[in-house]
């Protein structure tokens, strides 16, 4: 016993030293890793970039603008694509917006304390089904739905209205950026309603106590008192949700359509650019064609980059607001 | 009193709303997965674990794509988890309060939420463009770059719900600030860690769009990885989008497996996570 002591006193300056080396290695792998998680987001950035130089020299702005897409005559410009995807994200967030904040008022308020963990797992098991599930449920069973159900409906009720008449004028085939919007939309939800949650029940009791004091119906509570308390979280969210929804791939792909040709009825097919992307990669014959589906990428990349950027700003904000680190 | 009876309209009208929002979204839910189940075990058959995939119009299994989804998901883990680990560990003890955490922390987030297409493209522009041909290590690094960013968030985490007393005992044994990391932290944080990374594996199971253009598919048994390799998700694309029936059965067939997989794994992690908390 105290010859081991002895002996470990002894070996203690050499272990102490060995120990500091040790730490200097641990640290630099930690380091590196860290690093490493940068270039790759850096790199993914560099390789998009550099494979699309092909298609951004030869059309430059008009890559974006124009409207042809024609793979036997080499031209290509990608404005349906993004008209596809910004106006299937934005179907999208009008739908799981409102829903978002209503599930996270029901989870906070209403639903009876027993029932809200289990129904809080079932709508984040929303984002737990793989996309390719949402794609195959949206082809066979709810784009012929909406082909049967709600299109016709729509189109003899909106389309002779004025000005969004023309958004609901077309054939009811069910494909098409309504149903990839609406499919979108769910898929979103549980993002959006997860960080809604968070907010609303981190909100001050005091401050709704004082809203109640006051006399205001639980309706004036969510509207006057948690809405503006947590705005900025829930803007957040909406960009946190409109960045899953612009680089959504496979469920949009099935539902969409893949056609080349721009329409302003929602019921017509559409395609986005990550439909497309994923839909022609693989027939893509040309340096020119690979490279303008490469450039494709990078914009979403630098797109969804951006969005997600800001959702972060303002969520890491409300976190400080809220006192904590992370 | 008006004024009165319109604001309890107005209460009832928000609450009725928000009641039938969440209805909405279990209603998606309950849909999805009773469409999956129907379709799914309708299509179930032993040949389906122990055959090919067939060429269009006669019946097979999904034996091949089952490997090579193990196999890429597996290779997928043992690549991205250590460094997550690392990089997680980096973020809350090593380089804790660092710019460069913060900066690494920031962008992981994003990292987690990029498209996983452009994932795809990268890991074609690297690994296939380079190699000259698909094959199922380009889909493994692909899947491991997605897995990545979900273990390093977990484990920095984890690692910081650790109490600080468990540090402090550790340097006041005299312990290197490494040996505190690796034989005290990470037994406390084991298990929170060990859920970051199935819930990373029941993501990257379903990824589609990254294996696209990665490991492509192959319709035929192949046990290599340097060459292209059938999976799950993707064959459950083509023969979805294919016009045969009996395709489209064996799609809702892999489409069943692969969500019962996928939602086992999550309400396990969540019984787990539980289970950790009390």
Redesign the interface.
């Given at each position: 016993m105290n010859a081991s002591a002895a002996q470990s006193t002894e070996l203690g300056p050499a272990a102490?030293r060995s120990?500091?080396g040790?730490?200097r290695?641990?640290?630099l792998?930690?380091?590196?890793?860290?690093?490493?998680?940068?270039l790759?987001?850096g790199?993914?950035a560099l390789?998009?970039a550099?494979?699309g130089r092909l298609a951004f020299q030869t059309f430059g702005w008009h890559f974006i603008t124009a409207r042809d897409w024609d793979a036997v005559g080499g031209k290509f410009g990608a404005f349906v694509p993004i008209y596809g995807t910004l106006v299937t994200s934005a179907i999208a967030l009008i739908i799981a917006v409102?829903?978002?904040?209503?599930?996270a008022?029901?989870?906070t308020?209403?639903?009876p304390r027993w029932s809200r963990g289990p129904?809080a797992?079932?709508?984040?098991?929303?984002a737990?089904?793989?996309?390719?599930?949402?794609?195959?449920?949206g082809?066979?069973?709810f784009a012929p739905f909406m082909a049967t159900h709600v299109e016709p409906w729509l189109t003899t009720h909106f389309a002779s209205k004025p000005l969004i008449g023309p958004l609901f004028d077309g054939p009811p085939i069910g494909i098409g950026m309504l149903t990839a919007g609406i499919v979108l939309g769910?898929m979103v939800?549980?993002f959006i309603?997860a960080v809604a949650r968070e907010v609303f029940s981190a909100v001050p009791a005091p401050l709704r106590e004082s809203a109640v004091a006051l006399g205001s119906?639980?309706?004036?509570i969510?509207?006057r008192v948690t809405l503006p308390y947590t705005r900025s979280a829930i803007i957040g969210a909406i960009f946190?949700g409109l960045?899953?929804a612009?680089?959504?791939?496979?469920a949009v792909?099935?539902v969409l359509g893949n056609a080349h040709d721009l329409s302003i009825s929602l019921l017509m097919p559409s395609n986005s650019i990550?439909a497309a992307?994923?839909n022609e990669?693989?027939e893509a014959d040309t340096d020119l064609y690979r490279s303008s589906?490469?450039a494709l990428?990078f914009l979403?990349?630098v797109v969804?980059?951006i969005v997600?950027?800001i959702a972060?700003l303002l969520l890491?904000r409300v976190n400080r607001q809220l006192g904590r680190t992370? | 009193m008006a004024v009165r009876a319109g604001r309890r309209v107005a209460d009832v009208v928000a609450f009725t709303f928000a009641t039938a929002a969440t209805l909405f979204g279990l209603v998606w839910l309950a849909w999805i997965l009773w469409t999956t189940l129907r379709q799914g075990a309708a299509a179930l058959t032993p040949s389906l674990f122990t055959q090919m995939t067939p060429p269009p119009g006669t019946s097979g299994g999904l034996l091949n794509a089952f490997y090579g989804s193990a196999a890429m998901i597996l290779l997928g883990v043992v690549i991205g988890a250590p460094i997550g680990v690392a990089a997680g560990t980096y973020l809350a003890e090593h380089g804790r309060y660092t710019r460069l955490a913060t900066i690494v922390s920031f962008m992981n987030d994003i990292l987690l939420s990029a498209p996983s297409i452009v994932i795809g493209l990268f890991i074609y522009q690297l690994v296939v463009r380079t190699a000259g041909h698909f094959s199922g290590y380009a889909g493994a690094l692909a899947l491991a770059m997605i897995l990545l960013p979900i273990v390093v968030r977990t484990t920095e985490e984890s690692l910081r719900l650790v109490p600080d007393q468990m540090r402090e005992a550790g340097f006041a044994l005299g312990l290197p600030r490494w040996r505190v990391t690796r034989q005290i932290l990470y037994k406390a944080a084991l298990s929170a860690i060990l859920t970051g990374v199935l819930l990373g594996v029941a993501r990257i199971a379903g990824e589609t769009a990254p294996l696209l253009f990665t490991a492509l598919n192959n319709q035929f048994w192949s046990s290599s990885l340097n060459a292209p390799l059938a999976n799950v998700p993707v064959v459950i694309f083509q023969y979805a989008m294919s016009p045969y029936d009996e395709w489209h059965a064996l799609a809702w067939a892999g489409a069943f497996v692969l969500m019962a997989f996928v939602l086992i794994l999550n309400i396990l992690v969540r019984l787990l996570a539980r289970k950790g908390n009390q």
């Open positions: 102490r120990g500091a040790a730490d290695l641990f640290q792998i930690t380091a590196v890793a860290a690093w490493f998680v940068l790759l987001l790199g993914a390789s998009m550099w494979g409102p829903v978002s904040i209503g599930i008022l029901f989870l308020d209403i639903a129904i797992i079932a709508i984040e098991l929303l737990a089904i793989p996309s390719i599930i949402y794609g195959m449920w082809l066979f069973v769910i939800i549980p309603a119906t639980r309706w004036e969510l509207s946190l960045g899953r612009l680089g959504e791939t496979m792909t099935f990550a992307i994923a990669f693989t589906l490469i990428g979403l990349f969804t980059f997600l950027t972060k890491l992370n | -």
